[in-house]
């Protein structure tokens, strides 16, 4: 079997996640609520969780959705890469997950597009150089 990073790697999605959260650099943005929608993947070894049908062989995504969404609810980022990045951080936070990706929706934000996005991946490399 394969260890995280060798090889395989497999992957837990997280799609659409609807958070409410001060977001923006206008004034406006800044006094109230808005949508944005998060989606992950995290990237990890999931033989162990396949193998024993046990909870903790695995990242426990309902945990992890409900540590982001309480974090994001009391954020007031100006930048949708700055909030990504920190879902990111959050994520990589399991020692179970070796890489995340973050898709970051922030509906409405231009007048005529649907919404305005990132999408970023980051890694345990990434996570260590932040201390």
């Known amino acids: 079997m394969n260890s995280p990073g060798e090889g395989r790697m497999d992957q837990i999605i997280i799609r659409d996640l609807h958070v409410r959260c001060i977001i923006g650099i206008q004034e406006w943005?800044?006094?109230?609520?808005?949508?944005?929608?998060?989606s992950l993947t995290l990237f990890t070894d999931l033989g162990p969780a396949g193998m024993t049908d046990h909870i903790d062989a695995t990242v426990?995504?309902?945990?992890?959705?409900k540590t982001i969404i309480q974090r994001v609810e009391r954020?007031?980022?100006?930048?949708?890469?700055?909030?990504?990045?920190?879902?990111?951080?959050?994520?990589?936070?399991?020692?179970?997950v070796v890489r995340?990706?973050?898709?970051?929706?922030?509906?409405?934000?231009?007048?005529?597009?649907?919404?305005?996005?990132?999408?970023?991946?980051?890694?345990?490399?990434?996570?260590?150089?932040?201390?």
């Open 29 to 38: 943005e800044r006094n109230a609520l808005q949508d944005v929608m998060i």
């Open 100 to 131: 995340v990706r973050v898709m970051v929706d922030k509906p409405g934000a231009l007048r005529f597009a649907r919404s305005v996005g990132v999408d970023i991946e980051r890694d345990r490399q990434w996570l260590a150089s932040l201390s």
């Open 75 to 96: 954020s007031s980022f100006q930048l949708i890469e700055a909030l990504a990045a920190e879902i990111a951080r959050m994520a990589l936070a399991d020692p179970r």
């Open 60 to 65: 426990n995504y309902k945990t992890l959705t």
